[in-house]
């Protein structure tokens, strides 16, 4: 069964460089999303992109967020300037016509 | 924007025993899905289910849309059962999907 993947599975990173976070999401799919997930607390949406642009994101996605699709497979999370506060399981999701999500495995990302 | 309250927040079950999880949610939506999120952090879908019941399982699930509500039972629980139960929806022309409280299942043997 086809499956959404992600990459790294964990990431550790000082405060202040930049990270990207990779995920590819099922193939024939057309709208992707970035959320994450404070440790303990439920699920957030970041953006969701389709067309080859941002079609909705959420006041956490501000400047230091940004997102492409460099390829025909690969959707990319890219945060130029940690912050600790960053710290937070970041889910990739895809979905075919907007209905059912399909969510990956997860990166977690750490912040020191 | 859309509310989704899930209760109740904790549970404790003895291992054979049924449950009942409940997602509450405060404007009409186009799609839900209910998702376990194992000790991995990993969320796996369980249904998809924007009304009417689905069965999968020892779980099974129903969504009244015209009253705002979907529920998850869990028949004969098993300690693989554990973790957090969230439901997720969205509403309107927007795509993102907005997550529960959650219910966190703690199945004990």
Redesign the interface.
């Known amino acids: 069964e086809p499956e959404v993947t992600q990459t790294p599975s964990h990431q550790v990173t000082q405060m202040g460089q930049e990270v990207i976070l990779r995920c590819v999401p099922i193939s024939n799919h057309l ?1 992707f ?1 970035w ?1 994450r ?1 404070i440790l303990g607390q ?4 970041l953006v ?1 992109f ?1 067309n080859n642009e941002i ?2 994101k ?1 006041e956490i996605f501000d400047d230091q967020f940004s997102v492409e699709r460099p390829d025909g497979s690969n959707f990319t999370l890219k945060i130029r300037s940690t912050k600790l506060e960053d710290s937070a ?1 970041y ?1 990739c ?1 895809s979905t075919l016509s ?6 990956g ?2 990166t ?1 990302l750490t912040v020191t | 924007g859309i509310q989704v309250e899930q209760s109740p927040p904790d549970l404790i079950l003895q291992e054979g025993a049924n449950s009942t999880l409940r997602c509450n949610f405060s404007d009409s939506v ?2 839900l ?1 209910w ?1 376990h999120q194992n000790p ?4 796996i ?1 369980l249904f ?1 289910i924007p009304s009417g019941t689905k069965q999968n399982g020892r779980l099974s699930a129903t969504t009244v849309a015209t009253e705002r509500y979907s529920l998850l039972y869990i028949s004969s629980s098993q300690t693989t059962d554990s973790g957090v139960y ?1 439901c ?1 929806v969205n509403s309107g022309g ?9 219910t966190k299942l703690q199945v004990i043997p």
């Open positions: 709208y999303y959320y997930q439920k699920v957030e949406f969701s389709y079609s909705e959420s399981m889910f999701a907007g209905n059912e999500q399909y969510f495995p997860g977690r | 186009n799609n899905q998702f991995w952090g990993q969320l879908n998809y969230f997720a927007y795509q993102k999907v907005t997550f529960g409280t959650g």
